[in-house]
């Protein structure tokens, strides 16, 4: 892949990478609930269940999708009743005040940010307009999804900190039980509010 091409592609992973979405949300009010440290298990199920979706988009399943709308309308209301349960769990979440030493016991685990991609319309349509806009053809396209997965690793490490390190500085400056409340309903609002984006 020529280099103009990598970074052309590059631009493009950062846009969906960055912008707000159901990803991004759950590292935000998972690093203010948990902390950096205790959330990195969180981001790295993220990535990988992106490499995964990258590869099946690549070699196969994106085909499918393409082909037969029922499956992508199926994805929709998966991801979406799942986006819901989400929301519904992040505002009701109960305070916990982080100390030094003395974090909440259970963050989100690893699985289930590989998981919540297999159900994640916008990252879907990360992999799928990646796939049709920037793989090469012939004997080039094996090495083009690789420039891709390498774009998309490099992206999502550096979104993914982006927003741990937001969402951890919140934690940081919410201290008390009701900022703790209104946080929490504020991001579970955000993450249903990801649904009307499925359905636009």
């Known amino acids: 892949m020529e280099l103009s091409l990598?970074?052309?592609?590059?631009?493009?992973?950062?846009?969906?990478?960055?912008?707000?979405?159901?990803?991004?949300?759950?590292?935000?009010?998972t690093g203010a609930n948990f902390g950096f440290l205790r959330s990195l298990p969180l981001m790295v199920g993220i990535m990988l269940g992106m490499q995964l979706m990258l590869l099946l988009v690549a070699f196969g399943v994106g085909g499918l999708i393409l082909v037969y709308p029922a499956l992508h309308l199926l994805m929709k209301i998966v991801g979406s009743l799942y986006l819901l349960w989400l929301a519904w769990k992040i505002a009701t979440a109960a305070y916990e005040k982080i100390e030094m030493g003395d974090a909440p016991s259970r963050p989100i685990p690893f699985w289930q940010g590989g998981m919540l991609q297999l159900v994640n319309p916008k990252a879907w349509l990360m992999a799928l307009g990646a796939v049709a806009s920037f793989s090469l053809t012939g004997e080039a396209y094996r090495?083009?999804?690789v420039a891709i997965s390498i774009g998309m690793a490099l992206v999502n490490l550096v979104a993914g900190f982006l927003w741990l390190g937001f969402g951890t500085l919140?934690?940081?400056?919410?201290?008390?039980?009701r900022a703790w409340k209104i946080f929490n309903l504020s991001m579970g609002v955000l993450t249903a509010a990801c649904v009307l984006l499925i359905w636009h």
Do not use: E, Q
């Open 6 to 29: 990598f970074l052309s592609m590059l631009g493009f992973l950062w846009v969906a990478a960055v912008t707000p979405g159901p990803n991004n949300t759950l590292l935000t009010t």
């Open 143 to 145: 090495g083009s999804i």
């Open 170 to 177: 919140i934690g940081r400056l919410l201290r008390s039980r």
